[in-house]
Structure formats: C-alpha cells, structure tokens
C-alpha cells in the first residue's frame, strides 16, 4: 500500500487494524485488515458515494478525524468534503466495529451549518475538525466532543478562524465556542480533552494565540451559565514546547502531553486549571550524541487499562516512543528510557492493542511504502511487514523476506494426507500466511487449517530479521499429531556452527546470478572477525538457556553477577563476563578485562563470592531489549563497546553508546537474535547477506538453463506426438500382438519380499522435496491460477468427420461401461486399498489378473478409435503450447529473469525447473546443466532427431547408455547408475531431470484437477486458462516417459511405452480442448472411461523391464524397484478416473475415488524424486 496525504487508525475486538486515510485521488478511504483472506487487506471508497447527495457533482475529501469507545469499540467519523468550492461536515456516530457492520458500509449523516444568528460564510470553508468519544463512567451514552474550525472570511489574508462545537442532532447543531482571543490558521494546533470534575468536555489549543504563544484548555460552553463564554485556562508552557497530545485514560478524563526543550512533560487531568504547570514526565535524553527529544514537530498518546505510550516524532525524522504503567503519567521514574524506532519517517498513526497493551504502529518512511510495525507483547520486539492490498493488475507484485515453512502431512505408509485438518497456535501473536491464506496466530485461539491437495500446509511469516514466531501445528486426528515449530531452526544450524573468526571468513555466499563472494569483506580484520564470532557463539549458549518456544525466560530479578547451578555443562556454558570493544576494529575480552575495556565499578555489595568482576546492573540505564536492538540495526556504528555478564539467571547485555550505558535483558530467543544482528552489522554484514547467507536464494541462471533445456524437450515431444500420428495405428496393432504374446511373462518370477509401504515410507526423504524453495513456484501456480489470463482461445468447431468419430468411439466406450466400473471397483478395493502391505509382485499380479481381459479383447479396437479421434484435432497442440499467459508473480518474475514474456510452455517448464535444479544440486552439488556449449545446444536443438543426438550421446560407451537410471514406465529406469562417467554423463542427467520434473508435474496434474472439478456448470471464463495449463502441465507429469522416448530402445515395453505416452499426450491435449469444454458426454463419461483404459494399458509397459531383466539372469536395482512402484501408482491412480464421474458412480463413491486417485499421482511423484537423487553419481 503506497502512503497516503493523511491516515489515523483504530482497532477491532481482536485487535486487528481499521486504517482510514485521505488518498492522492482525494477519497476518503477505510483500509481494514481482515482475517481469512488472500491479502489480509481489505481498501474501500468511503466518500465518492456522498456525490448523490450534491447532484452527482466531483466530491473531494479534504480532512478528518476518528474517535473509538475504548469500552465498546464503536467508533464516530468526521469527514469533510468540498464540492464546487464548498465545505460540508459529515458525521457517522456509534459506528458499530464488527464485519456484519462493514458489510453494510458507513452511514453518513450531513451537519449543515446551522449556528444561530451567524450567517454561514460564502463559500463554508473548513479547516480543521476534531472528534473525540468520552466513554460513559456510569453506564450511559458516551459524549461526542466535536469541534469545527472555519475560516471567519474567505480570501481573508490574517486567516483567521472561528471555532464551533458540534451537537448532533439538536437545534442548532453547530454552536459558536466563544473565546475572547483569534485564532489564525496554521499558526495552532489543538487537540480535545475532559478535566477532572468537568460536566463537559473541551478542547487545548497550542501556539500563536493572538499575538502570544499560549496553551489554553476551555470547555465546549460554560455549563453553569451556558449563555456566558466558557471560562479558558491558560496553562504554564514548558520552555520550548513544541507539540501536544491529549490520552484519555480509564476514568474518561485526559493527560496532555506537552514536547519541549526539557523533553516530555504532562498535565494531569486534575492539573489543568488556570496557570497550571506541567510536571516533567521524561526528560531529555542523549542517545549516540543526539537529544531525541528535541524539535518534536508531532507527538501521540494513548492510554489502555495497564499502559500509556507517548510517541514522539523529532527533529532528525526519527519516531521516538516511551511509556509508563497507567496512572503514573507524573511519575518521571515509571517511564521508559525513550528510544528511537525508525528514522526518516514523515507521518505516523498508532493504537495499543487494547487486550495485550502492545504497539501497531503505522509509518510513512521517506520514499517507501507505508509499513505496519508491530511490537511482540511478550518478547518486546518490532515486526515489520507491509500492507497488502488485493491487486488491481495482474502483474502487480511486492517482493519481501519471510520465513516460509512448508509442513508436509504423511500417514505411516507415507502417502500424503491431503484435505485434513489442522490447527495452529503461536508462542506470540504474528500474522502469516497459511496455505496462501491470512491469519492472526495467537497462543491461545487456535486457528482451523486444511492440508491441500497436496497434503501440505505451507506457512509464510513476513520478517526484516532474524526474529522468528515459532509455533504449533496439529493433526486433529485420529490420531492426534503435533509438532513444534521453529521457523529459525536452519538458520539456527547454521549460526550454531561459528565457532571461531576462521569459520566467518570462510562463508561464501551468492547471488541471484550464482556469483559467490565472502560473508565478511576483506577489508574487515581478522581481530574482528574473530571477535564476532566468539560473540556468536557466546551468544548461542545463551540461546540454549532460554525456552526453545520463543517464550520469556521468568526469573527472580538480579542486580549482580553471580554464578548458579544449572544442569548445562560448563563447557557449553558462556563467560561469566565477556564482551567486545570497538576501537580501531573489535577486540574480544573476557572477565575482568572486559569491564575494564567497558567501564570498571565496583561489584554490588553483599553479592555472592563465587565471581566479583562485573558492573553494577543498578547504576545503568535500564531499556527493554526489543527497543534496543530494533534501534541498534541502524545504529550499531554508535556502540563503542559492549558486555554481557551473567545476574542470577539470566544475561544482561550492556552496550556503551556516547558515554552511557544501556542494560537489556536477553530472555528470549528474538532478543539473543537481534544481538547477534548487532554482531554482524559490526563486521559488515546487514541483513541482505544475511539473507544469502542463512535463507535463501534462487540461482536464476542455474534454473533458467534447466528452464530452457524443459522447454526444447517438450516441444520437441510436442512435435514428435504430431508427426507419430500417421503411423501410430500400425504400431498400436504391432504393439498389442507383442503384448499378448508378455504378459504370460509376469507370472513365476521370484518375489523378493519387501512392501511397498517401505517405499513409500522413503519418498518424502528426497533431499529439497519439502523444502519452501522447491515448492515455491507451484505454490504460486496454483495460487495464481484462478486469476491467470491467456489470449489462447482454441478452436471450437469440429472437424469434418469427428463427430461421426467420436460417435463410434462412444458405442465402443458404452459397450465396456459396466465391466471398467466393476473393474475400477476391483482396482481400489483389492490392490489400491492394500498396497501398503503388498508387495510389488504381489501388486502386478493382482492387477493383471484384473485387467488382462480389457487389455486382449477390447482395448485394442477402443485405443485405435481414439486415435483416429485425436489425429484430427493434434495440430492444437503446438498453438497451446506457445499461448501467452499472464499469471499473478509468476509472469512477472519471468519477464524480470528471463527477459521474455511467459508462453503456457514456459510456465510449466519454468516451474519444473525450479524444483529440479535445487533437488539435483542438493544431491550431486552442482548444476544440471552448466554454461557451456552442450547445454547451448540442447536449448536450441531444432527438432526432436537432432535433441535425441545430443541426449543420447552417439559417441557415448554402449555400457553407459545401457545403465542410465532414469525413465519411469521404460528401460532408462532397469539399472543403477554406479559410476559417473563425465563425457557420457547427458543422458543420465537428463533422465534424473526428468524424473524430479515429475514431482512438480504430479502437484500440478492433481492441482489441475481439483481446480476443474470446482468449476461451475458451464464453466467460467478462466477455465480456458486452467485448461490450458492442465494440458502442459501433463508433460511434465509424465517427464520420465518423455525421457524414454529419447532412449531408442528396441525392447516390446520401451515401444509400447512410447506409444502408450503419445496417445495419452494426445488424448490430454483432446480434453483441454475448447470444442469439448461443454461437452458433458465427453467430460464425464467418455473421457473418463478411456483414461482408465489407457492406464491399464500402459501398466504392462511400466513393469515390463524388471520381468526381461530377471528372465535374463541380472538382478534390479533398488532403483527399479522403487521406479516399478511408482509405475504401479501411476497406472493405478489413472486407472480409478472412470470412477470418479458422478455420472458414473454415486458421488460418495466418485468422490472418494477421486481423492484416491489423486493421491496415487501425488506418491508416484514422491517416488520418482526419490528415485532420481538416489541415481545422482556421488
């Protein structure tokens, strides 16, 4: 969200925010936050609509003011608008602050200038108006204190004013506020209040009353002699004043704050009569050379039931805040030590939550966006996030840093638990994204979740540092799971490992493009190095001491060092007493070294004599840890020394900055976090590194040439599907002689025993497969894909002689309808079901002796049909292939990469790449497909002969080409790879590609598939869209047989399979098409019943090589093994379509298949990333 010319902001009963702003459009708007949406952000028009009140004519929103009911949280409104030269107040009062009520929009009521006797100014115009809610004490209706000011002459050069208050709803609504003093526009500023004993509220005004800078407090009217003017206090300025703010507080009555020289004083509710003077509630203070309180230009208060908190925006631009505990605004010792927040700030609006009494501030940074900081109620420290608004572009995006944490939902077998629930809760409340959804963690609301199609909860936690909210999810079961979650716990490894100044300079980290570069620059010492990182590890086993969950560490208070019994190790334990000094570099000391490099006093007497060196925690300026670090992340250049020493239990850090020192607690994990930040800042490494260095970040050059090398080969296949269709008929003829004549062949063959489950139970183990980075882009896919746009149209026409075609192909198809439901049925209940404790022998068995009748008899005669069918409408295709798309951050992020705009083709070989290079260079450390001219080559391969040359590598040993590990459903996955072999290495880099392509194409096929299953009867206009993705996305589903048909085998299996793929390619495209879109026949019921023939013929493909291998005396792999159960899933998995037609199965039925099979498509994924990294050459 872009900053806007004005905004205050309020809250809901849960604490989210309400932020109304003026615009650069000039309207008037409500920006509210709201829970279980994708942005979290709502933004509505809230004046535009008062231009039918004023004969349509442009209405401008020119000013106002916001007031909440601390006790009910309704909330009034004052809105002034200008319409052809003129002002007019509106009023909306008693808002109630509830979605229902939103729902509804804002009612606004207009408050004609009324006053009596006075004749309304030509034109009316309004310069300022004031609102302030006085909750009732005593159970009645609230007070509306409303004031107006107006010019007192248009075009008058003094500019003066003339005041009203405002009565709604009596005669007359406007009253003049009689004061016996001018007021000149911009030359006060006032703010409302209400007095201790006063029947009625009123208004302070500050600054250049008349001739003379005043304070003065005067009620709305005098309450005894309402004829009489009210009678005015002039209160005591303060030297220097600068800014007011008025709070109310419990009792309905308001502190004035009052920024000056001496820094921040106030005027209690009972101290505020004529020629009062103001008590000085926080003084001064110098921080890093700098008075933070001088030349306050805005000051902000609020008060809750156990907290008020000043902010104070000054002269460097710098949001400066402090507080108290409510009702001792006058007592300067209960206020916190003042520290700035951020700096180069030009306008800010905040709340304290009225439940946990922390900060949501809102601030326009110069040249950013408007952000939203939000304090931890527990830790104390500052989270920072944007504020998403819903997109008005497609392409509109915003980039920032998360915690992403991918949560992957297994059953014992290891098959995904897709659709289940769960709940979070948090240790702290933070807002994230849930499975691109947004909500409010909380530790004591749980928040209901659903696992997605995947099986997957995917959670994103926006963030500027190392500060992470950890939290909890659960299974409900049965049976009930939960795990513990530490978004930081990588990092944690990672930072764990510093031991020494080598271990530092040694990090290397890259970026976007691959470029490496050391962590630390080298114009940092070694003295430097070392000392930071003897900090980090200091600061670590402190870590280890505080609670894993992010929660507050509570001990009894201590004043100082002193060494007590605890179960952890002394040779983990830090120093007592250490700390750095930062002169000409920094230098590491430790015990009494440290406090004399620091500043040496004498240890708290009567302390316990086990350790005397230290300082004491009394004589030093106590800040809240939070406070501290946030500020020291811009400042961390001011600290010239700092040193943590050991009080009682817990660890208190001291840092020195311009001559005093300042005392933080570290009794959280999130302030140990933001320690060693400050470390780091010291030996120049800022966040950015950090995050290339701790996080991660995409190798885009590495991906993009994986990108390119997808995108030749599908389009080669494409061309390949196209030009096979001539011939194809003759081999499917050829090809079902042979298939007769092998599945004799299954039977006799020696079962080695182990389940399937055991394989299952290994396919989430694939290095990268559940991590957030491999899952990004098709998380961002499926996101996206319902707003995705294409120009792609396709044809919608028949051809001639299809319909008769698809006629026949139907009479064919109804023949078989009742046996492919009883043979569906048999597949779920005898293999699907029980495949977890079968073996795969025992699988192949029982399935053949399902199937074999279909495939003899009648499955020929259909596929054939089918053929026929699809050869008339194939040449749709290469135009689907190559439609533009535009889809939300995806598209954009491709244009940015690539320099391109995103084709259908590109994206689904985009998305592929992503996962695939990361997965493989996890396992074989380094890229796929380096820069050089074999990689060139594959990319701009011309046609699918020439692409074959290059992959299977004609000069490449007989030897390597026969042991390549790699095509599902074909002979490149009999053997392992044992041996890397550099100069013939293509080919198997290729077919270990494909395969982890194939688990990002499994979650896009299923993703798909959900979607359609959603659509609307008829389908909506983004169908074409996803139609089209589901087509491309196929290809990359069945990436490993599309490696097969680059293998040249000459086995039965490795034809049949190569046929079986291009008539599935085809018969995919034929689905996806436009001329079917409304076809119900087709979509529920023909379609259907073919995928389930298809699939069954294809499994005698799939597990035809372990049979020959074993028949030939060679023994498979554990590979082949895994490559045949993932064949089964596959085959098993499309072989239940038909019955998750409602047209063809009771809908609990139909549903259930549909999940089943789905499932099947996701473990067959699983299992060809688990094959291919265990194929990577080490």
């Known amino acids: ?102 729902a509804n929009g804002v009612t606004w009521t207009v408050i004609p200038f009324d006053a009596a006797n006075i004749t309304v100014p030509k034109p009316l115009t309004i310069a300022d108006v ?47 506020h009689t004061l016996a003093i001018d007021l000149k526009a911009a030359s006060i500023s006032s703010c409302l209040g209400h007095r201790t004993n006063d029947y009625v509220p009123g208004i302070y005004t500050f600054g250049t009353i008349g001739t003379t800078r005043e304070l003065i407090y005067a009620p709305q009217y005098n309450f005894f002699r309402p004829a009489v003017a009210p009678l005015a206090s002039r209160l005591t300025l303060p030297a220097g004043a600068t800014a007011i703010s008025s709070a109310l507080n419990g009792n309905g009555d308001t502190n004035l704050f009052v920024a000056g020289t001496g820094g921040i004083y106030v005027f209690t509710p009972d101290n505020q009569g004529d020629g009062s003077s103001p008590v000085l509630a926080v003084p001064s203070s110098t921080l890093a050379q700098i008075n933070i309180l001088a030349g306050v230009s805005e000051l902000s208060a609020s008060t809750t039931s156990s907290r008020t908190v000043v902010w104070a925006l000054n002269a460097q631009g710098s949001l400066v805040h402090t507080y108290c505990p409510a009702g001792q605004e006058a007592t300067a010792s209960a206020w916190s030590t003042p520290i700035p927040l951020c700096s180069g700030v030009e306008g800010f609006a905040f709340y304290l939550n009225m439940a946990a009494s922390n900060n949501v501030l809102f601030a326009h940074l110069s040249g950013a966006q408007l952000l939203q900081l939000t304090q931890d109620p527990l830790t104390g420290t500052w989270s920072q996030r944007n504020i998403l608004l819903p997109a008005t572009a497609i392409n509109d995006m915003i980039e920032f840093n998360s915690f992403t944490t991918h949560i992957s939902i297994y059953d014992a077998n290891g098959l995904p638990v897709t659709n289940t629930p769960v709940t979070l809760t948090s240790t702290s409340p933070v807002t994230v994204y849930i499975n691109n959804v947004y909500h409010v963690l909380t530790p004591t609301i749980p928040i209901n979740a659903t696992s997605d ?35 930081l716990a990588k990092a944690s490894q ?38 930071a990182a003897k900090s980090i590890a200091n600061l670590w086993k402190i870590k280890a001491t505080l609670p894993a969950d992010g929660s507050v560490k509570t001990t009894a ?16 334990k830090p120093p007592l007493v250490w700390g750095v000094s930062f002169v000409n570099g920094a230098t590491y000391h430790e015990g009494e070294e440290a406090v004399s490099q620091h500043i040496r006093t004498k240890a708290v007497a009567n302390t316990a004599p086990v350790h005397t060196v230290g300082l004491s925690l009394a004589q030093q300026i106590e800040v809240a840890a939070g406070d501290l670090f946030n500020f020291l992340q811009s400042a961390w250049a001011d600290v010239s020394s700092f040193v943590v020493q050991q009080a009682g239990a817990v660890y208190h850090f001291l840092a020195t900055i311009g001559g005093k020192i300042y005392d933080a607690i570290l009794d959280s994990v999130a302030v140990v976090t933001g320690a060693i930040e400050f470390v780091l800042n010291q030996i120049e490494v800022a966040f950015e590194k950090l995050v290339a260095w701790l996080g991660f970040l995409f190798d885009w050059d590495d991906i993009k040439r994986t990108h390119l090398v997808l995108k030749n080969v599908m389009k080669q296949f494409g061309n390949k599907v196209i030009s096979s269709m001539d011939t194809l008929e003759t081999m499917v003829e050829n090809a079902f002689v042979n298939l007769e004549n092998e599945i004799n062949s299954f039977t006799g063959i020696t079962d080695p025993g182990e389940l399937i489950g055991t394989r299952q139970q290994a396919a989430s183990a694939t290095p990268g497969v559940n991590s957030p980075q491999s899952n990004w882009a098709v998380q961002h896919t499926n996101n996206g894909m319902g707003d995705a746009q294409t120009t792609y149209v396709g044809s919608n026409s028949s051809s001639p002689g299809l319909d008769q075609l698809m006629a026949d192909l139907q009479g064919l198809v109804t023949n078989e309808e009742d046996y492919i439901s009883t043979t569906v049925t048999q597949i779920k209940t005898q293999v699907i079901d029980q495949i977890s404790s079968m073996t795969p022998l025992e699988a192949i068995k029982k399935i053949l002796g399902i199937v074999s009748d279909l495939i003899l008899k009648s499955a020929r005669n259909i596929i054939v049909k089918l053929i026929d069918v699809i050869k008339l409408m194939i040449s749709e295709l290469l135009v689907m292939l190559d439609a533009p798309i535009n889809i939300p951050i995806i598209s954009p992020m491709y244009k940015a990469i690539t320099g391109s705009d995103l084709s259908v083709l590109d994206l689904i070989a985009f998305v592929g790449a992503i996962p695939a290079t990361i997965m493989y260079k996890l396992a074989a450390g380094q890229a796929p497909f380096p820069d050089n001219a074999t990689t060139n080559e594959l990319i701009a391969a011309p046609d699918f002969a020439t692409l074959s040359s290059l992959i299977t590598g004609s000069s490449a040993p007989a030897a390597a080409q026969t042991k390549l590990v790699s095509g599902i459903h074909s002979e490149m996955k009999s053997t392992a790879v ?26 896009l096929v299923v993703a798909c598939a959900v979607k359609k299953r959603e659509q609307p009867t008829p389908p909506s206009a983004e169908t074409t869209t996803i139609r089209a993705i589901a087509a491309t996305s196929y290809l990359l589903f069945i990436s490993p047989d599309i490696a097969g048909a680059f293998s040249n085998g000459a086995e039965w299996y490795v034809i049949m399979n190569d046929i079986i793929t ?13 001329f079917l879109s409304e076809d119900d026949t087709w979509n529920n019921k023909i379609s259907p019943i073919l995928e389930t023939i298809i699939n069954i013929c294809w499994l005698p493909t799939a597990i035809g090589a372990i049979p020959t291998m074993i028949h030939e005396g060679k023994t498979p792999a554990a590979t082949d093994w895994i490559g045949l159960v993932a064949n089964l899933f596959f085959d098993g998995g499309g072989a239940l379509t038909a019955g998750t037609s409602e047209e063809l199965a009771p809908v609990p039925v139909a549903e259930g298949l549909f999940a089943a099979s789905q499932v099947c498509n996701l473990m067959y994924g699983l299992l060809c990333g688990i094959c291919a990294s265990m194929s990577v050459p080490s």
């Open 978 to 1003: 044992s041996k890397w072999v550099p100069d013939a290495g293509i080919q198997n880099i290729f077919a270990i590609i494909m395969n982890f392509a194939a688990v990002t194409g499994s979650i």
């Open 1 to 102: 969200m872009a900053p806007d010319m004005a905004f205050e902001v309020i809250q809901t009963l849960e604490g989210d925010s309400i932020f109304f702003s003026i615009g650069t459009d000039h309207v008037f708007y409500v920006t509210r936050e709201i829970r279980e949406t994708q942005t979290g952000w709502s933004r509505v028009d809230l004046s535009s609509t008062l231009s039918s009140q004023h004969g349509n004519a442009a209405v401008t929103a020119k000013s106002f003011s916001i007031s909440q009911n601390a006790q009910t949280m309704q909330f009034d409104a004052a809105l002034i608008i200008t319409v052809t030269g003129a002002d007019f107040l509106y009023l909306s009062l008693n808002h109630p602050n509830t979605a229902d009520a939103w």
């Open 494 to 531: 990672t930072l764990a490992s510093i031991q020494q100044g080598s271990d530092l300079r040694a990090v290397q980290i890259k970026d976007t493009t691959g470029a490496a570069q050391p962590l630390i620059p080298s114009t940092v010492p070694s003295t430097t190095s070392d000392a």
């Open 453 to 487: 199609f995947s099986g997957s909860v995917t959670v994103v936690q926006e963030t500027q540092s190392l500060n992470a909210v950890c939290f909890e999810i659960t299974v409900t079961g049965p049976p009930s799971v939960t795990a513990q979650v530490d978004p």
């Open 557 to 572: 208070p201590a004043t100082a060092v002193s060494h007590v019994a605890s179960s952890t190790t002394a040779s983990i």
């Open 130 to 176: 004031y609102l302030m809610n006085i909750p009732s004490t005593d159970g009645s209706n609230p007070v509306q204190n409303c004031f107006v000011d107006i010019m007192r002459t248009a075009g008058d050069p003094l500019a003066l004013l003339d005041r009203y208050y405002i009565t709604p709803g009596s005669t007359p609504q406007w009253a003049k």
């Open 1062 to 1074: 291009i008539i599935a390619t085809g018969k995919t495209l034929f689905d996806n098409t436009e």
